[in-house]
C-alpha cells in the first residue's frame, strides 16, 4: 500500500547508489523550529518548548552495508511517555468536504462534526452532540445564518459553540439559550496542507494552542511547483496495522501482483517471478517524536513523524547525474525529479482507522490535468483492496496473541522489517503498546462481515470523496438513460403501424434497442466493481 500512488506516474528505475555531493534534501526530511520555508527542503513541525525535536537526516549517507536489524540510536529522557491527546490531528482534506452541510467524523475515538463556518470563514470542528438530548449535530444543517443548526429540535449554534437559539424557549421569558450548557464543545482546529486538523483536547489551556504548537507542514504539498494527488479512505483494520504495512515495500510484488509493476535495477536478478529482493533499512534515531531512516537501495530516507505520518521520496533513476538522449549523449537536468509518498495515518477505533494520502511531484503535470481525480481514485482503491482482507485477517490474529507479544510472535529476520520493527518499539516504549483509548473500548475487535461488506468501497470512500461521487452519481444517471433508450427504441418499433416505418428500420432499431441495452448492463458492471466492491484473488494472480 505506501506504493498507492505509483500508478499515477510512468514507470522508472529508481537509483540505487547515492551521489553524497549532489543528493538534494527532500523537503519534509528536516525538522525546523522555525516554520518559515528557507532554501533547505524541510519539513516544519512546531513543538512546544517542553517538547524534544530530532534532527532527522544527517550531513552525508551512508552506503556501506549493515549487519542484522540493529537496535535503533535512541534519544529519550527517561520516563517520557507520549500522550496520545495533545498531538494535532488531520481530519479530512478540505476538497472532499461540503461547505453546504456538515460531516460526521470519528478520529482518536472521538466523535467529531466538521463544518463550515461563513461568518468567521473557516471550518469549525465540534463535539457531535447537542446539548439537549445529545442527537448528533452532524445529521443537521446549516442554516440561512450560516449557524449549525440541529434537526432534532432545531437549537442553533454560532462558530463559537453558542447557542443563539431555541424555538421551544419563550421569547418574553429567561434568555435560557445563553446558559453555559447549552453550549457546544469547540476543539481547536486549523487549516494547514489543504486538511482540517483538530487538537483532541477541551482542557481550556489548550484554547489557544495553534500558538504554541502547530500540526507538521509539509511544504511541497503547497508548492505550485509540485503537481499532488490527495485522497483518503476508511480502512477497516486498526491504525497500528495501517502505518506498519505503509512501512514495508517488500510487501508490494506481492500482496499488489498485476496491479504494480516493480521494475528491477539494472544490477538486480529477479529471485521469482515477482521479483521480490532483500532490502536494507536502518533507523538512525529513534525517540519520543518518531523515527527515521535509511536504506541502500531504492528509496531515498523515510521518516516516521509519531503518532500518524509516514513519509518518503523516490527520484527516478535516469536522472541521478543527468540522463542519456536516444543519440547517447549525456543531457543535464537543472531540476531533480522528485515523488513524494505522504500518508497520515489516523487511529479511528479498534479495528478501524482512515488514510489520508498525498503525492507530489515536480514533473508529469500534464496528466493531472488531463486525467479526472476519480480516475486516479479507482487504482488507489484495487491497491488497498488487494491486501486488505489479509491485513484485517493478520490484525485479528494479533489480538489473539495479544499486541504485547507482537515480537515474540512475528519471526521479523531480515532487514526489510526494520521499519515495522522500529514502530512497534515506538509504540511499546513511548505510547503504552497502543492507541490510548481512554477507557471507551473493552479492546475486543468488531467482528469480521462478510467479504463484500469489509471491502466495500462506497461507503468507505466513494461518498467522502468528491470526484468519485460526481463520477458515481453521473454513471448513474447515464446507466438509466441507456436502458430508458434501449426500451423507447424496442417500443417505437413495435408501435409503429405497418408500412410506417421501413423493415430495414425497423431491424436497426431492435439493434440499437440491444445495443444500448448490453451497454448499459456494462455500465452497470463497471460502477459495481469500481465504486462498490471488487474482490481480489491471490491465487489466480
Request: one cysteine or more.
Amino acid at each position: 500500500m505506501e506504493a498507492l500512488g505509483a500508478s499515477a506516474v510512468p514507470s522508472f528505475h529508481i537509483r540505487t547508489t547515492l551521489d553524497k555531493t549532489k543528493l538534494r534534501r527532500p523537503m519534509f526530511l528536516n525538522f525546523h523550529s522555525n516554520p518559515t520555508p528557507s532554501s533547505t527542503f524541510s519539513l516544519v513541525n512546531k513543538k512546544q518548548s517542553n517538547f524534544k525535536v530530532f534532527n532527522t537526516i544527517s550531513s552525508t549517507v551512508s552506503t556501506e552495508p549493515t549487519n542484522p536489524p540493529e537496535p535503533a540510536l535512541e534519544t529519550h529522557s527517561q520516563g517520557e511517555k507520549f500522550d496520545w491527546y495533545s498531538q494535532w490531528y488531520p481530519v479530512m482534506p478540505i476538497w472532499d468536504l461540503d461547505k453546504r452541510r456538515p460531516h460526521a467524523k470519528k478520529v482518536i475515538g472521538l466523535d467529531v462534526v466538521v463544518w463550515w463556518d461563513r461568518n468567521e470563514e473557516t471550518w469549525k470542528v465540534f463535539d457531535d452532540r447537542c446539548p439537549h438530548r445529545l442527537a448528533p449535530l452532524s445529521e443537521g444543517r446549516i442554516d440561512q445564518w450560516g449557524r449549525l443548526q440541529c434537526v432534532y429540535h432545531g437549537w442553533c449554534f454560532n462558530g463559537s459553540g453558542n447557542c443563539k437559539f431555541i424555538p421551544q424557549a419563550n421569547p418574553d421569558g429567561p434568555p435560557v439559550h445563553t446558559a453555559k450548557k447549552a453550549c457546544v464543545a469547540v476543539y481547536p482546529s486549523t487549516v494547514q496542507n489543504k486538511i482540517v486538523w483538530f487538537w483532541p483536547n477541551l482542557d481550556p489551556r489548550y484554547k489557544d494552542i495553534l500558538v504554541e504548537k502547530k500540526p507538521p507542514y509539509i511544504p511541497e504539498i503547497d508548492d505550485p511547483s509540485y503537481t499532488n494527488l490527495m485522497g483518503n479512505r476508511d480502512i477497516p483494520y486498526g491504525y497500528e496495522i495501517l502505518i506498519e504495512n505503509l512501512m514495508d515495500p517488500a510487501h508490494v510484488p506481492y500482496a499488489h501482483h498485476g496491479i504494480l509493476e516493480i521494475l528491477p535495477s539494472k544490477n538486480r536478478v529477479k529471485a521469482d517471478r515477482e521479483g521480490g529482493t532483500p532490502l536494507e533499512f536502518k533507523i538512525d534515531k529513534l525517540d519520543i517524536n518518531g523515527f527515521n531512516t535509511v536504506q541502500f537501495q531504492e528509496w531515498n530516507r523515510t521518516n516516521f513523524i509519531a503518532p500518524y505520518l509516514f513519509c518518503a521520496c523516490l527520484k527516478p533513476e535516469d536522472q541521478a547525474n543527468g540522463s542519456e538522449s536516444s543519440a547517447g549523449t549525456r543531457k543535464d537536468t537543472s531540476v531533480q525529479k522528485e515523488f513524494f509518498f505522504i500518508f497520515f495515518c489516523i487511529p479511528v477505533s479498534p479495528g478501524s482507522s482512515r488514510l489520508i494520502w498525498s503525492f507530489p511531484r515536480n514533473y508529469g503535470y500534464w496528466i493531472y490535468k488531463l486525467v479526472p481525480r476519480w480516475i486516479f481514485d479507482i487504482k488507489q482503491n484495487l491497491i488497498i483492496d488487494s491486501d486488505l482482507y489479509l491485513l484485517h485477517i493478520e490484525e485479528h490474529k494479533i489480538m489473539d496473541v495479544g499486541p504485547a507479544n507482537w515480537q515474540k510472535a512475528c519471526f521479523v529476520p531480515t532487514k526489510s522489517d526494520a521499519l515495522v520493527i522500529g514502530f512497534r518499539k515506538w509504540l511499546d516504549k513511548y505510547a503504552g503498546g497502543q492507541v490510548d483509548w481512554r477507557g471507551k473500548y473493552s479492546g475486543v475487535l468488531p467482528p469480521t462481515p462478510p467479504r463484500e461488506q469489509l471491502m466495500d468501497r462506497y461507503w468507505s470512500h466513494v461518498v467522502n470523496c468528491t470526484s468519485c461521487n460526481a463520477a458515481y452519481k453521473g454513471f448513474n444517471v447515464l446507466e438509466v438513460v441507456l436502458r430508458v433508450v434501449s426500451v423507447a427504441s424496442i417500443a417505437i418499433a413495435a408501435a409503429a403501424k405497418q408500412g410506417a416505418i421501413s423493415a430495414a428500420a425497423r431491424t436497426a432499431m431492435a439493434l440499437m434497442a440491444v445495443l444500448f441495452y448490453a451497454s448499459s448492463r456494462c455500465l452497470a458492471h463497471f460502477i459495481y466493481r469500481n465504486f462498490h466492491y471488487h474482490d481480489y484473488d491471490h491465487a489466480f494472480r
